[in-house]
């Protein structure tokens, strides 16, 4: 079946350091790869997605490249802020069997002034 | 637009009592989800409903979890006998379509429910 795995956290961060979330990814048809972030207190909301292979996914400076050939959708941004602590979670909704979205476990990111 | 909304926000019960969940999906979305999380298994999919009809509700913990969609936007979620591991942030989405793999979620704020 469809899984995602993330890297574990929490990733704790200076301001203004890069960052990189890790997601790879098993599907068996086609699939939508998506990044959700959550704030606390909240629920998920979408970051980006990316619907085919080799297509970007960017908003508010994250982004994400679809590799089919090592079925990965890392996220990343080239200088994090404060505003940017929050739980990330990757996520995949296959054509290949059901459309259901698959969830990654969340990675928690800490970034301190 | 009004986003998905939940309610109550919060809610704190007693074991063996019924708690009853409830959610507006955006208008004009096709597809509801009914979602838990906790810290010990992450967020796990309950129930999904299309055009009001439930399609696969295999992630429905038990006969005392139950929901029920009976127009385009309401459905609820119902727990009886609620017990302390049912403790947990419970969410709803909405997507715009359903049945395509490109669809985005639309979250609701979520339910944080404590039983006692």
Redesign the interface.
Known sequence: GDSVTQMEGPVTLSEEAFLTINCTYTAT????L?W?VQYP??????LL?A?KADDKGSNKGFEATYRKETTSFHLEKGSVQVSDSAVY?CAL???GG????T????TSLIVHP | DAGVIQSPRHEVTEMGQEVTLRCKPISGHNSLFWYRQTMMRGLELLIYFNNNVPIDDSGMPEDRFSAKMPNASFSTLKIQPSEPRDSAVYFCASTPKGGQSTDTQYFGPGTRLTVL
Request: aromatic share 24%.
């Open positions: 048809g086609y699939p939508s998506f959700y207190g909240e629920g998920l909301q979408l997605k619907t979670f909704s296959d054509t059901s459309y259901i979205p969830f990654g476990r969340g």
